[in-house]
């Protein structure tokens, strides 16, 4: 019953840090936007690895989680493809979780932009498999 909970919080939580992100970007606050996609991200990633193996690490590293998702659905539907496709913007989202949190740095309309199509591209792509 706990386990079922932990899913159902994972995806809706990912969820609402999707939505929030379209909002934040409507509002021009594109390095919140760009912190929202990474939540959502590696929420969603979480969210998938706990219905397929009843877990997920502890960490906040998407390639790391993404790497996960790589082993656990070995390349179905060209999906080991569809990662190194979008290497660059998963480091970029990476980089958005640390320098949202930490440092001083502005993310460009364009690059939010591109992590927004991305993610809807990746939530598409996992809820079919």
């Not at 939540?39 to 502890?58: E, N, S, W």
């Amino acid at each position: 019953m706990v386990a079922k909970k932990e899913i159902e919080f994972l995806k809706e939580r990912a969820i609402k840090f999707l939505e929030n992100s379209k909002y934040l970007q409507k509002k021009k606050v594109y390095d919140l936007a760009a912190f929202n996609l990474e939540q959502f991200c590696q929420l969603y990633v979480k969210y998938k690895l706990f219905l397929k193996i009843g877990d997920y690490p502890r960490t906040h590293s998407l390639k790391r989680l993404f790497n996960e998702l790589k082993k656990v659905f070995a390349d179905k539907k060209g999906w080991n493809n569809f990662i190194e496709r979008h290497i660059e913007t998963i480091s970029n989202l990476e980089n958005a979780y640390l320098t949202s949190r930490y440092l001083p740095m502005e993310f460009e309309k364009i690059e939010v932009e591109k992590m927004l199509k991305f993610s809807e591209e990746f939530k598409k792509f996992m809820e079919k498999i």
